[in-house]
C-alpha cells in the first residue's frame, strides 16, 4: 500500500485532532488497512465501535499523510483504488445490472477523482445528486460500461469483498 492509496480511502475517514479514523464493515478490510499502515512504518490501532456492531475502525496518526501529493500516474491511480475501496461501490447481486460507481458528499472530491479517471482513460457518466428529496448533499457517478474492463485492470481493488465482485463481473 501507499501513502497515496490512503489518502484515497480518508474519504470515508473521521478527522480528529491528531489521528484519522477509517470505519469498515468487513473486519478483513480493517485489518489490510492496519497492516499496510504498519508496512509503512506507523502505528495503527484496530477495534470494533461498539460492543453488538459489526463495524470496526482502524485509527493512525495524521503524520503518516504530511505532505502527501499526487503528482504521478501511479499516485493517481493508488489514490482511486483507496477512494474506491471505501466510497465506491460494485455490484453484488445477478439480479441487478452489473455498476461501478463512486459516491460522495463532498462533489469537488468526486470530480476530482473522476478527472483523474477520465485522464487515465476510463469514461465515466456526469456527477449527478440520485435524490435531492433524501439527501440534497450527495453525489455520484458511474463508469461506463465499455470501461468495466479497463477500470478493473487499471484500478482495480484491495478491498478483501470488492474485488472479488470486481474480478467476477469483469
Not at 6 to 14: E, N, S
Not at 79 to 94: K, Q
Not at 134 to 140: E, M, P
Request: glycine share 6%; net charge positive.
Amino acid at each position: 500500500m501507499t501513502k497515496a492509496y490512503l489518502l484515497g480511502a480518508l474519504h470515508d475517514a473521521t478527522v480528529r485532532k491528531i489521528t484519522y479514523r477509517i470505519g469498515a464493515k468487513d473486519l478483513s478490510y480493517a485489518e489490510f488497512l492496519k497492516a499496510r499502515i504498519l508496512e509503512l512504518g506507523y502505528s495503527a490501532w484496530l477495534y470494533r465501535e461498539g460492543k453488538n456492531r459489526d463495524y470496526f475502525i482502524v485509527e493512525f496518526v495524521k503524520s503518516v499523510l504530511d505532505k502527501v501529493v499526487i503528482d504521478s500516474n501511479k499516485d493517481k491511480i493508488d489514490y482511486i483504488r483507496g477512494y474506491f475501496d471505501t466510497d465506491g461501490s460494485v455490484a453484488r447481486s445477478n439480479n441487478v445490472r452489473y455498476y461501478l460507481y463512486f459516491a460522495q458528499k463532498n462533489k469537488f472530491d468526486l470530480e476530482n477523482v473522476r478527472n483523474y479517471l477520465e485522464q487515465l482513460g476510463i469514461s465515466c457518466g456526469v456527477i449527478h445528486n440520485p435524490s435531492k428529496r433524501k439527501d440534497a448533499n450527495y453525489f455520484r457517478f458511474f463508469i461506463r460500461a465499455n470501461s468495466y474492463q479497463k477500470f478493473a485492470e487499471t484500478i482495480g481493488s484491495w478491498h478483501p469483498v470488492k474485488s472479488k465482485f470486481l474480478r467476477v463481473k469483469i
